[in-house]
């Protein structure tokens, strides 16, 4: 056994394999932070790349998806993408009312959630010129 005492010569004994013993259980504790580490880094990287492909889903309109990946709980309608901007704000900014009501009436999307920039949804239809979604997100 890597952990017991060994018998000398002599009948005494001597813990050589406790050193060893320990020295690999700190190897293998270290290997396994390190391995943590990179499996939390790429559950990062996976969740960014939903959220944005959930939030391109809005910017192309696309109805369907944009209600399957809410319904399913792979993403909370609020999370940004880098620019912390939301579904809301790219459907906004590209006119798709559908979309907009969809997050809106039926998935409870913030209106003052704000982006990088310091805008919100209202800011982007004011900009775009979007009146009847800028309506819609003063009821």
């Not at 013993?21 to 880094?41: C, G, I, N, P, W």
């Not at 979309?99 to 003052?112: D, M, Q, R, T």
Request: proline letters at 1%.
């Amino acid at each position: 056994s890597l952990g017991g005492s060994v018998a000398g010569s002599e009948g005494s004994t001597f813990s050589g394999s406790t050193t060893l013993s320990h020295t690999l259980r700190r190897l293998y504790a270290s290997e396994l932070r390190t391995v943590l580490e990179k499996m939390r880094e790429q559950q990062a990287a996976a969740r960014q790349d939903l959220i944005c492909s959930f939030i391109q889903f809005a910017a192309d309109g696309n109805e369907t998806e944009v209600d399957a990946v809410i319904q399913k709980g792979e993403v909370l309608v609020n999370e940004g993408d880098y620019d912390q901007r939301t579904a809301l704000h790219l459907a906004v900014c590209n006119g798709h009312l559908g979309v907009v009501k969809l997050l809106v009436e039926k998935h409870g999307a913030s209106v003052h959630v704000k982006d990088r920039f310091g805008h919100t949804p209202m800011d982007d239809s004011v900009r775009e010129k979007w009146p009847v979604i800028a309506n819609l997100l003063m009821q």
